[in-house]
């Protein structure tokens, strides 16, 4: 193998090795919404603010606060993993009430309950 060829292949394997950690790491999370979703107590929130990134393919974040059952405001960040197509469509407006579904042994790992996927990939 050339000398020339090295930083190429170099390149190549980085950007794969870099692909397959950014869809575990996607993939873990989600299973991770879909256990909130699951094992979670409702509450009512009231979204704040959403950041929806420049970067094709990079998720927007919506950002909420709510009052777990007996407990102080908590604020929290969701990230919205679904496909682009189906995001636009849904997210709610700033101000909106929603649905939180919130750990009640950890408060601050919450989701907006309709923005988590029910489908894994």
């Known amino acids: 193998m050339s000398a020339e060829l090295m930083p190429i292949l170099a390149f190549i394997s980085g950007a794969m090795v870099a692909a397959i950690l950014s869809s ?5 999370a989600v299973k991770e919404q879909q256990e909130i979703l699951k094992r979670g107590q409702v509450a009512h929130g009231r979204i704040l603010h959403i950041w929806r990134p420049k970067l ?5 974040r919506i950002y909420f606060e709510f009052e777990p059952n007996g407990a102080d405001t908590v604020r929290g960040c969701h990230i919205d993993r679904r496909p682009a197509d ?3 469509a849904s997210l709610p407006a700033v101000g909106t009430t929603v649905a939180v579904r919130y750990l009640p042994d950890q408060p601050k790992q919450a989701v907006i309950a309709r923005l988590v996927s029910r489908f894994t990939d």
């Open 24 to 28: 575990l790491t996607v993939s873990r």
């Open 56 to 60: 094709r393919g990079a998720f927007a």
């Open 86 to 88: 189906e995001m636009r």
